[in-house]
């Protein structure tokens, strides 16, 4: 799977857009990019994913480059309870590639 | 539908020991993963199954772990003996699909398990 880098931790008022980076420089052809976020104590959660047109559902959106080298996830109006982990995974999406390889992910703490 | 449910959710015991994690996944899906957390080493894959069947479990640390799959509703995750080293987070998820095709990955809530 192609590695990602995210920022370690960001900062986002109550109320405004959280924008969260991921690179994935290395990313292939036939590999998406994945999001998942895990609050406090809880497993991780599904919020969205892409190949390479931009993706909205009722959580976030998924913007990726023309490039596929980098993508931002939005959270278009943060709550206190969008506090977590979140993660960027890229991977295949077929059968025998089915698992998810987190990296260290970016702490996001929503100020109120 | 109640989601993937763990049990026990807490589990605390002393070094080597037996024991078992069981996990129900999502009723209709077909893959199920165990995954394990540290504040070292974060989230792992440990092994996950396709329709019953082991996929891979190269994650798996070492022959005192062990997982098996009876039927599509029940799995078990085993480590014998317990070790300190073993005291982790250990979360349960499933996801549906097939062939070329598959969904998102729904996870429990976790297992604290405590070795002393």
């Known amino acids: 799977d192609a590695k990602t880098t995210q920022p370690p931790s960001m900062d986002c008022a109550e109320g405004r857009a959280a924008n969260l980076p991921c690179n994935h420089s290395?990313?292939?052809?036939?590999?998406?990019v994945y999001w998942y976020r895990q609050i406090h104590s809880q497993g991780p959660q599904y919020i969205i994913h892409?190949?390479?047109n931009n993706e909205t559902n009722e959580m976030a959106s998924l913007i990726i480059t023309e490039d596929r080298k980098s993508s931002t996830l939005i959270l278009p109006h943060a709550t206190l309870r969008d506090t977590a982990v979140y993660y960027c995974?890229?991977?295949?999406?077929?059968?025998?590639?089915?698992?998810?390889?987190f990296g260290t992910g970016t702490r996001l703490t929503i100020i109120p | 539908d109640a989601g993937v449910i763990q049990s026990p959710r807490h589990e605390v015991t002393e070094m080597g020991q037996e024991v078992t994690l069981r996990c129900k996944p999502i009723?209709?899906?077909?893959?199920l993963f165990w995954y394990r957390q540290t504040m070292m080493r974060g989230l792992e894959l440990l092994i996950y199954?396709?329709?019953?069947?082991?996929?891979?479990d190269s994650g798996m640390p070492e022959d005192r772990f062990s997982a098996k799959m009876p039927n599509a509703s029940f799995s078990t995750l085993k480590i014998q003996p317990s070790e300190p080293r073993d005291s982790a987070v250990y979360f349960c998820?499933?996801?549906?699909?097939?062939?070329?095709?598959?969904?998102?990955?729904?996870f429990g809530p976790g297992t604290r398990l405590t070795v002393l």
């Open positions: 998820a499933s996801s549906s699909g097939t062939g070329v095709s598959y969904n998102e990955q729904f």
């Open positions: 290395t990313i292939s052809g036939n590999e998406y």
């Open positions: 892409g190949l390479k």
């Open positions: 995974i890229v991977r295949p999406r077929m059968f025998g590639n089915e698992k998810l390889t």
């Open positions: 009723s209709g899906h077909n893959s």
């Open positions: 199954f396709n329709n019953n069947v082991p996929i891979d």
